[in-house]
């Protein structure tokens, strides 16, 4: 079965970065077009930023300018690195490879203000 495992959450104050980072455990992971959705509390999951296999980005308007996705197909990993972050980032982050390589289990990003 295929697992895509979330990691570099944590808590940051306003202003500060972090940067996630999604491995997958298959090996047609270059093949995938990989996203990144984040669920606040009372929130319904919305969709942050995408990346192509050929390596094509789309970011949400409240991200742009501020995240940027990425991908290591060597290391089956895709990454989004959070700059400028806001009390309003605040959220579980989870990593997605559409309905083949599913969902990732979340992590825990919060912003301090």
């Known amino acids: 079965q295929v697992q895509l495992v979330e990691s570099g959450g944590g808590l940051v104050q306003a202003g500060g970065s972090l940067t996630l980072s999604c491995a997958a455990s298959?090996?047609?992971?270059?093949?995938?077009?990989m996203g990144w959705f984040r669920q606040a509390p009372g929130k319904e999951r919305e969709f942050v930023a995408t990346i192509t296999s050929g390596g094509l980005t789309n970011y949400a308007n409240t991200v742009k300018g501020r995240f940027t996705i990425s991908r290591d197909n060597a290391k089956n990993t895709v990454y989004l690195q959070m700059n400028s972050l806001k009390p309003e980032d605040t959220a579980v982050y989870y990593c997605?490879?559409?309905?083949?390589?599913?969902w990732g289990q979340g992590t825990q990003v919060t912003v301090s203000s």
């Open positions: 298959d090996r047609t992971f270059s093949s995938y077009t």
């Open positions: 997605n490879g559409g309905s083949k390589l599913g």
